[in-house]
């Protein structure tokens, strides 16, 4: 990559190393936002099992992306990749309940 075209780092936590690419930082942002509003939507509303799924594989994604930025502190890969196990597990739990095969929606 050409100097001008990296991405800026987002230092989250400065003092312990902890650095993220800001268009990484914005695009979990969205996708969480996604899954809040999922979240919030009534539990009767149709589709809202296929929209956690779908929500819940999307952040699931960027969490593995985030595990995998070079440089990031072994106990920062390790929390972030435990996250993505943890919304990947509910991904699968809302599928089924909206009788979706696989991985429908996902990232990865």
């Not at 230092?11 to 979240?39: I, K």
């Amino acid at each position: 990559m050409k100097p001008a075209q990296q991405s800026r780092t987002v230092l989250a936590f400065p003092a312990s190393g902890l650095m993220v690419p800001e268009e990484l930082a914005a695009q979990w942002t969205a996708a969480y936002h996604v899954y809040v509003q999922a979240v919030e939507m009534p539990p009767e509303a149709p589709g809202v099992a296929r929209a956690m799924a779908e929500a819940s594989w999307s952040v699931a994604g960027l969490w593995r992306e985030i595990a995998q930025v070079p440089a990031l502190p072994w106990w920062s890969s390790a929390a972030a990749s435990t996250a993505a196990e943890a919304f990947e597990v509910q991904a699968s739990e809302w599928a089924m309940r909206a009788g979706q095969r696989g991985r429908a929606g996902g990232r990865r």
